[in-house]
């Protein structure tokens, strides 16, 4: 039975011109919120047909492709290839931005244990611990990502029913435990670098998650 949500508010919306390294180059409709539960700044990012704000035309069609990315500074910021959130977040916004969606931007860092926290589960993982097990050496879960806010989010702009684009059933589950129905479970492609194949590997075994990792 979907769990009950505090109501969150769009408290504001403006367009946002967006820039990648590689060149490519779109536009947003960035959506700030009042009420979410964590009391964080989450960002959602309208792409393609959303970028409109959410106008009544916008609530017809399909529903929209939606990925709820979780912030990482070493992947999205600096460019780090140890996982691969930095080319998932690029791919995200040029599929959603031709399917007509969102990208919601959580600041889940580390999986939800916070910077500090992930570059001390580097460490560990340097010394030959797993994604997973040292986030549980440091006293952490696995994954404590919590999508509650995701959900408000969706909610607030209008959509309980949304084509989820990820490799993670944790966060089909969640949403849908939360009243926010998922039509379709969309993967995203495998970004496998020199680096991060033991990673990626340990989210597909581990984790569940849909890769098709060599």
Known sequence: MPRSLPVATIRTELTVPLRFTDGYATT?????????ADGLE???LGLGDRVGGCSPDAHRGPPPLVRPHSECLTGDVFGSQRCDC?????EAVERIADAGGF???LRQEGRGIGLYAKLDAYALQDAGLNTYEANLALGFAEDERDYTVAAQMLLALGFARVALLSNN?????????????????????VHLSAVNGRYLATKALRGAHTLDVP
């Not at 589950?173 to 129905?181: E, K, M, P, S």
Request: glycine share 8%; proline share 7%.
């Open 169 to 189: 059933p944790d966060k089909a589950a969640q949403l849908d435990r939360l009243g926010v129905t998922v039509t379709e479970r969309v993967p995203t492609a």
């Open 103 to 105: 990208l919601l931007y």
């Open 86 to 90: 930095g080319p998932q977040m690029r």
């Open 42 to 44: 989450h960002l959602a």
């Open 28 to 36: 947003a409709r960035v959506f700030t919120f009042d009420g979410l």
